[in-house]
């Protein structure tokens, strides 16, 4: 019988087990391997499969000198990779060289991308924002569950969504995040306006817990757990560092403020003082339609895949493939699955002492 491996490209694909078994995410997880599979089927290649566990987010990846590789949830050096994440809105992935958020390569090097947003034609790239706004708030989408019911303030407050304390993106950080939040509230309360706060469904953090008590008391200041569709909707302004609230907010139409590097900043006013913060505050920038629109087209079009595009998919891998070289030794595998497997007993360990 013919050995029909011999020639064939060898891609090791990461396999986040744990992560299709998550109840918010699993099944659009489940949806996009379905179609990367297809995809990888398509090109023809071997799979060299590698089960990832958590933790193992910050454990270096193969960087170029051997076989691509497929990363989920990773961040690191360019080379013959590509990074894998769930974008801010269903159903879309990011699949970036570097990681994703603000690890990645759009994040790094915008100007990388700057021709490709400003080719985007300008009418379809208005008009499919406009559809996708619509469709999110009728359908109450977010990344996270929405409530269904709730009352609505009085529109034209400061609105800024938390993160969870301890978000791998917090990495990107401008401003310290406590000092951060206290500079909005204080800055909203010079000019007479509210401030409108949000927790992350997930945060648990006693220090958050401890800070929303305290703001909670000013008068200007309200807690919310209503859906960030219809706090969006009524905010004049939203706020924060690098949550994907903030990309929703975009969609929305919203002026946004961020303190912190992500892969959308280049369509926020981007600060990086406690000053610049105050005062986007007391006079925002006017935002640029036009611009939003055009990167918010090429982002989820062409930056993102859908999880049914397969053909977007395997013109993203063999793109991957086409630069890669070589093939990686069955030695440098074994290290590669050793090291996951490392770094995530670590950070398991760095969890639960600290």
Same mark, same amino acid.
């Given at each position: ?30 949806? *996009? ?32 000198? +051997? ?31 570097? +990681?994703?958020? !603000? ?51 009085? %529109? +034209?407050?400061?609105? @800024? %969504? ?40 997930? !945060? ?40 994907? @609230? ?34 986007? @505050? ?8 036009? *611009?939003?629109?055009? *990167? ?7 930056? !993102? ?50």
């Amino acid at each position: 019988m013919a050995d029909t491996a011999k020639g064939r490209r060898i891609v090791t694909l990461e396999v986040p087990e744990a992560w299709f078994r998550d109840p918010e995410d699993g099944q659009r997880h489940r949806l *996009f391997y379905s179609s990367l599979l297809a995809a990888l089927a398509d090109l023809g290649v071997l799979l060299d499969p590698v089960w990832l566990p958590r933790g193992a987010e910050r454990a270096p990846r193969p960087d170029g000198a +051997g076989d691509a590789t497929i990363s989920f949830h990773s961040h690191g050096r360019t080379g013959n990779i590509l990074r894998c994440k769930e974008a801010y809105v269903s159903p879309y992935y990011t699949m970036d060289r570097m +990681g994703y958020a !603000c690890f990645s390569e759009l994040a790094s090097h915008p100007e990388r991308f700057a021709d490709a947003i400003a080719r985007q034609d300008a009418g379809r790239a208005g008009a499919f924002v406009r559809a996708l706004a619509q469709e999110l708030r009728q359908e109450n989408r977010s990344k996270y569950r929405q409530p269904e019911k709730q009352d609505r303030m009085e %529109p +034209g407050f400061l609105f @800024v %969504p938390l993160q969870v304390e301890n978000d791998s993106v917090a990495k990107g950080l401008w401003l310290d995040k406590f000092k951060a939040l206290r500079c909005l509230v204080e800055a909203a309360a010079a000019q007479g306006s509210r401030v409108v706060l949000k927790r992350h469904p997930r !945060c648990r953090s006693r220090a958050v817990s401890a800070l929303l008590a305290e703001l909670g008391q000013r008068p200007n200041v309200s807690l919310s757990e209503a859906s960030i569709h219809t706090l969006i909707a009524d905010a004049r302004l939203v706020a924060g560092a690098n949550s994907g @609230v903030l990309f929703e907010a975009l969609i929305q139409g919203k002026p946004v403020i961020s303190y912190a590097a992500s892969d959308f900043g280049p369509a926020t006013q981007q600060v990086r003082s406690y000053d610049e913060l105050a005062r986007a @505050v007391a006079v925002p920038a006017a935002p640029d339609p036009g *611009f939003r629109d055009r *990167f918010l087209f090429w982002y989820l079009t062409e930056y !993102c895949v859908r999880t049914d595009d397969i053909a977007a998919m395997k013109r993203k891998i063999a793109a991957l493939l086409d630069s890669a070289a070589g093939h990686r030794s069955r030695d440098a595998g074994r290290a590669y699955r050793y090291r996951l497997y490392a770094y995530s007993l670590a950070d398991r360990l760095r969890k639960r002492l600290f």
